[in-house]
């Protein structure tokens, strides 16, 4: 199950999986290899792809009303990234996915992961559970972004998503915290004076 592992490992992290369950993601999962920049999902197309990273990074970002680009999550290895409100066809998407290094990416289609659901209770249990630790955590970082002084955006960069720092540019590491690239990188000192 090669690229599989890591998948499999994740989902079951949030509990049990049968063998036929785990068949059930192998068959309708499908691997990818995106490199550097590489636009999977643009603004104004559907999100009908669910993403898991294997090996790399994965953005979701929007262009805001000033033309500037804000990344809204930032997604490594283990993790799933889509536009959740156009992959429940909620609504139009407004962000683009965009590979932000040569990657090892999992996929699978709306209509794929849906009749996956419709064919185990446990699976759409575990989703469940995904979904909750996922809304927590976009939660946290809502509150962090609106009510947050740059100094606790930067402590929550450090405790909540650690392998940034380094990997991405400053650039990036403003948006995904919701400022100009010029306050953080006055500001940077605090991700490393904390330490």
Known sequence: MGNYCALLDTVKSYGS??????????NNFKVIYPNK????????????????????????????EKGNEVSRMITREGKFLT????????????????????????????EDFYNMMGVSKQLNLLYSKILEEYTAMLI????????????????????????????????LLASFLGTSRETFVRNKQVLYSSI
Not at 19 to 25: A, K, N, S, T, V
Not at 41 to 63: H, M, P, Q
């Open 37 to 64: 920049k590489e636009i999977l999902i643009r603004s104004g197309e559907d999100c009908d792809t669910l993403f898991f990273v294997n090996k790399g990074l994965l953005r979701a970002y929007y262009i805001n």
């Open 140 to 171: 946290l970082r809502f509150e962090m972004l609106n009510t947050g002084s740059i100094e606790k955006k930067l402590l929550h960069l450090q405790e909540d998503f650690p392998f940034l720092i380094g990997r991405v540019s400053d650039t």
């Open 83 to 110: 536009n959740i409100r156009s992959f429940g066809k909620l609504e139009k998407n407004h962000e683009t996915i965009q590979a932000l290094e040569d990657s090892e990416v999992l996929c699978i289609k709306r």
């Open 17 to 26: 999986l049968s063998e036929d369950e785990q068949r059930l993601i192998v």
